[in-house]
């Protein structure tokens, strides 16, 4: 039984519609078909997609990272003397 939605889940887009290497678009990371048939999936369907959009970014942008030679400095705890 899916959850009951009071409001609608707006799509993750910002307005880079472009088509990266991967076939996923380069600003929201969705695949053509989760772009496409974003106002007919089920409320639980979009929950999901938006999962899998940012696990994609975060494989982006690690990638791009390393294949620039950039390290990211791990945040030092504040509670830590």
Known sequence: MDQLEFFDIPSPCIGVC???KNGYCSGC??????RLYWHQTSAYAKRVIIK?????????????????????AKQTDLFDN
């Open 18 to 20: 472009q088509s990266g």
């Open 29 to 34: 990371f969705r695949s053509r078909e989760e």
């Open 52 to 72: 899998a959009c940012q696990r994609r970014k975060a494989i982006s942008q690690r990638k791009n990272n390393s294949d620039s030679g950039q390290t990211i």
